[in-house]
Structure formats: structure tokens, C-alpha cells
DNA sequence: CGTCCGCTGGACCGATCGTTCCAGTCGTCG
DNA sequence: CGACGACTGGAACGATCGGTCCAGCGGACG
């Protein structure tokens, strides 16, 4: 793997365990093995243009992920082992790891317009296959849309309660509960 | 105000937008109009000490604030006006005032255990106050608990695509769906 | 074989970080 | 009024930040 390759992935890697600010440069070299020069080479931009590369990154493995999971022919069972996969995620990393992007968009949000998009564009990946999914069941239109928005959210929500918390209930709960919802959805009366 | 209380005011402001790493002493000194040499004395715990009143402040504000909201009698009304007080904020604050601990939160998820904590026991508190209202509502035990950390789940993720989006509209979706399942929760078949 | 260029390694820059230290100020109380 | 202790203002600390610069390595190609 050449030395961009991995740059961006040992930043996507600390940008998901630590954010933006608290990865550094130095510790981005250390970690890729990567000389400095070479990331200034590749990123003319600096952090932020090396940053921007490893959340689409980031991003497009999470989409494949999601792909997969919501492959099953359920909706309700594709979205119930999507929710609870990253449950398992965080137990197996000691509540490191949970969602790659979302501490990354939240620093974004008052300190970098370019990052921001970046993160909006991801986050609007994952909704549209979201959306996708549950139209493919007969949820149609505004609806899907607005279904697929509070999944994400419900989601994005219940990692940083179990971040914070240390605990993977929240995202046991939030499973439970869109599975009820979307039987309701799918069967409406 | 002493300046103790004003390191407070101005760190709990300066965290609410930026977070942890993206406040220094340095910006904290200058708006609070506090002295380097006060803050060290008041809190000489340095940034740690300080960070950790700070988010119990707001914490607390916040408190009050979802206190007052939930006071309404209808509970649909209650949780719907709530969450979407945070769309009013998020528009008024071009979309800088989200969840004023969330964007701490997970960078204290990795950085600091004691501010971990803090955080924990604030997202408790508010937790405690949904489930005592929706017990109020007839709404008992194991459900309540898992309901309530459900809907701060949907409310903390739909602040965090707010404010990548730059838009209200998962909180509008959010706040939609969650008087749609108070609805059903409170009066089951 | 010689030239060229993509890439590397590391020294170095000024700025800023959190923290320490202390002389000085001010109100309070003996 | 003198002394004391709580608090202030600012200088200074070493560490680390993101970024720049450049000599030189090494493989590809004429």
C-alpha cells in the first residue's frame, strides 16, 4: 500500500476514535508510517484537505456496510442487525468506535465549512440508501424520507449515549423500537 | 458576577459551539474577562476542573429547560414542543447551538474519563426527567425507560444532522414521529 | 548509462497550547 | 491602622501544533 493509501487510513482510523482536533499531524505520521513530506505531497491542503479524503473514505466503507445489511429481504430484520452491528462494534472496541464521522462533523460544524460538507455529503449517502431500502417496501415518498431521517438520527443519537454511557442499551432500545415501527409502517391500518 | 462564574458562563458558551479541544484558556480568559491567574485559582484543575462545571452548568440549564417543557399536560404536546424549542435555537444560532455536551461528549469518549462522567450523569439527568414523564402518562417501567432513551437517542441525532445539514428538518421529522409513537404508546390496542 | 521526476526524510519555522509562578492589589477583620 | 488572605494581572515556561523547505533517494525512461 503506498503512502497515501495509508495516510488516509490511519487518519480516518484517529479521526473515528478522537476527532479532528485531538489528531495531530505528528501522531497521523507515527501511526501511517508515512513521511511528513510525502502527506504535504499528496494533501497540498494540509489537515483538512487529508481529513476531507479520509471521511469519504470512512464514509464509503460504512456505505458498503449498510448496503449489506440492509440487503436482507426484511426491512425490518435488514434494519434491526444494522442497528444492532454497530451494538457489537462497540462493545468489541471498548466504546471507541461509533459512528466514524459524527464526533469529526460535530467539531466541523463551527471550525471548517469544507469538512462540514464532507460530512453532510456522507450522511446524505447513508439516508438515500436508507430511503431506498424502505421504498423497495412500499414506503413511499416523504414518508420513506422522513423515516429514513429519524432512523439515522435514532442511530447517530443512541452512539453517543453509548459512548458516553458505556453501554450498548440504547442501541439495543433503538432496535427494538424501529422494528415496531416499521411493522407499523409496512402494515398500515 | 465574579469571575468564577463568569469562567463558567464563558466556557459552558465556548464548549456548547466549539467543543473541547477547539476552546483554549487562552479565548475562555478573553470573553469571560477573567484573569489567567483567577481561573487557575478557582479551578486548579486547570481546563479539566473547568470544562467538567462548565457542562454541569449547562447541564443543569438545559435541565430547567426540558423541566418546563414536559409541564405541558398532553404528553404528544409535551415531547413535540420540546424537541422542536431545539429547531428555534438551531435556526436563531445559524445552526452553531445543538446539544450544548454532545460535541464534548465524544471527544471526552477517548481524551478524558473524568468529563466522560460528567457528561454521562447529565444525559441521565434528562433522561430521568422523560421517564418520569411519560410514567406520568401511564407508560410503566421497562417501557418508559426504554421509550425515554429512545427519544433522546432520535433528539441528539437529529441536532447532530441539523447541524451538517444546515437545515431543521430531521428535527421536525423527528419531533413528527415521536407524537406519532406517544400516540400509540399511550393508547395500545 | 545519464537524466529526470515522483516521492521521501527530517530539520526547522512561528504560533499557540495548557500550565506555573509570583509580585501586587484590595477588602476584611483584629 | 496594620496585617492577612483572597484574588488578580501578566510574564514566562516547555511542549506541541500545523506547515514549509529542501537535499537527496531511487525507479523509469530516453
Known amino acids: 500500500m503506498d ?12 479521526l473515528w476514535r478522537q476527532g479532528l482536533r485531538a489528531t495531530g499531524i505528528n501522531q497521523i505520521v ?5 513521511p511528513r513530506g510525502s502527506i504535504y505531497f499528496h494533501f497540498p491542503g494540509g489537515k483538512e ?27 425490518r430484520t435488514a434494519v434491526k442487525r444494522f442497528v444492532l452491528s454497530y451494538a457489537k462494534e462497540m462493545r468489541e472496541s471498548d466504546f471507541q468506535h461509533g459512528c466514524p464521522i459524527a464526533t469529526v462533523a460535530l467539531e466541523a460544524a463551527s471550525a471548517s465549512p469544507a469538512i462540514r460538507e464532507v460530512c453532510a455529503g456522507v450522511f446524505a449517502e447513508w439516508d438515500a440508501l436508507l430511503v431506498a431500502r424502505l421504498e ?13 431521517a429519524v432512523i439515522l438520527s435514532a442511530l447517530e443519537g443512541a452512539m453517543i449515549l453509548c459512548r458516553t454511557h458505556r453501554t450498548t442499551e440504547p442501541l439495543e432500545w433503538v432496535a427494538e423500537h424501529l422494528t415496531a415501527t416499521l411493522t407499523a409502517a409496512a402494515a398500515p391500518r
Open 3 to 14: 503512502s497515501r493509501q495509508r495516510a488516509i487510513d490511519a487518519t480516518a482510523a484517529l
Open 30 to 34: 507515527e501511526e501511517s508510517k508515512s
Open 49 to 75: 484537505e487529508l481529513a476531507a479524503a479520509a471521511l469519504r473514505s470512512a464514509g464509503a466503507v460504512m456505505t458498503a456496510n449498510i448496503r449489506g445489511a440492509l440487503a436482507h429481504r426484511d426491512v
Open 136 to 148: 423497495r417496501d412500499g414506503i413511499r415518498g416523504k414518508k420513506a424520507r422522513k423515516l429514513g
